[in-house]
């Protein structure tokens, strides 16, 4: 028989237990219904990069949207391992996000050891821009078409030489991509950043670089440069004059310099799902879309899982590419 105090005891405790599940499950209600209802942190890279610039342009029409201030930090350094850091250990609740690019896919690939795990610690939430390459020459250079800089590098001995941005950078690989695609190895001249590059390209020191479109862009303009082809499968509706790789003969051929964004592992699906509707209805704004089209960059709109599997996607491409090509940075 059960003693009487011990029925009242257990009733309370069922009673407390009760309570406590409905204010916790009211709780998360609120937090996600509410959120934002403070400021927005969103950390990303050096400033000026392409990846602050998007971060920016999206900052401002979130904080219109979301009536709270979306701020831009930027934490450069180690590969973005600095930032990535950050928002690793930020409090799971959305409020700092990470804005990042093809740059989170290839460090995985190219560094042998990472101080985090690109799949468990963070949480991949939107797809924001897509950037194609453009292989660029001198316009004074022999190489008129793809054709002739392929063949061209096949029968010299030494090889030509090709220029990007560090080893183990994104135009970097996507010069090893394309000489994969192509069957051919040149000489690797990594400089610090792409500006430096083009310069040498432009006084003819080096042979070529697989420049990020839109800083190429004035240059190819003004005929200061010669594009050979752009590395996106299609071509870029605003500017048709320049072919792409794909349509001279390497049909599958797409590669591209990407911005996103990422969260804290555990943030709530909800808030998950919130920020990534938020930011596709960003990218659909008319003057943010005129902004990035104006300069080859294209709006790219996901769902949070299509994201996530663009990313693992983007890992596995960049990881053969580095096997391949041999490259490794510690």
Excluded at 2 to 26: E, M, Q
Excluded at 245 to 272: K, S
Excluded at 273 to 278: F, H
Aim: aromatic share 10%.
């Amino acid at each position: 028989m059960i003693h009487p105090n011990l029925r009242t005891f257990s009733s309370k405790v069922v009673l407390y237990l009760c309570c406590l599940f409905f204010s916790l499950t009211a709780f998360g209600q609120s937090t996600v219904t509410d959120y934002p209802n403070r400021t927005v942190k969103i950390i990303g890279p050096g400033a000026g990069s392409g990846t602050d610039i998007t971060a920016r342009i999206i900052a401002k029409y979130l904080t219109n949207l979301w009536k709270q201030p979306v701020i831009i930090e930027n934490k450069p350094g180690a590969g973005g391992s600095i930032g990535i850091h950050a928002v690793i250990n930020s409090p799971a609740d959305g409020y700092t996000l990470l804005a990042n690019s093809a740059t989170y896919a290839i460090n995985p690939a190219v560094y042998k050891k990472l101080p985090y795990d690109a799949v468990k610690s963070l949480a991949d939430v939107s797809l924001l821009t897509s950037t194609p390459y453009v292989l660029i020459t001198n316009p004074n250079s022999p190489y008129k078409t793809l054709i002739e800089l392929i063949q061209a590098s096949k029968k010299s001995s030494n090889g030509l030489t090709f220029g990007s941005a560090g080893v183990g950078s994104s135009t970097h690989l996507a010069a090893e991509y394309f000489h994969q695609v192509a069957g051919i190895t040149n000489a690797h001249i990594p400089y610090k950043s792409s500006p430096e590059v083009i310069q040498d390209v432009l006084a003819g020191r080096v042979d070529y670089f697989m420049a990020p479109f839109d800083t190429a862009l004035p240059y190819l303009n003004s005929g200061k440069l010669r594009s050979l082809g752009i590395t996106s499968k299609d071509k870029l509706s605003q500017f048709p004059q320049f072919q792409t790789i794909a349509e001279q003969g390497y049909a599958d051929f797409d590669i591209n310099f990407w911005v996103g964004i990422w969260a804290p592992i555990n943030v709530p699906q909800e808030i998950l799902r919130k920020i990534n509707l938020d930011m596709n209805k960003a990218m659909q704004d008319p003057e943010i879309r005129s902004t990035f089209e104006k300069s080859g960059i294209q709006i790219r709109e996901m769902t949070q899982p299509q994201f996530h599997q663009f990313v693992q996607n983007e890992m596995k491409k960049y990881l053969t590419i580095v096997k391949t090509a041999g490259i490794s940075v510690n």
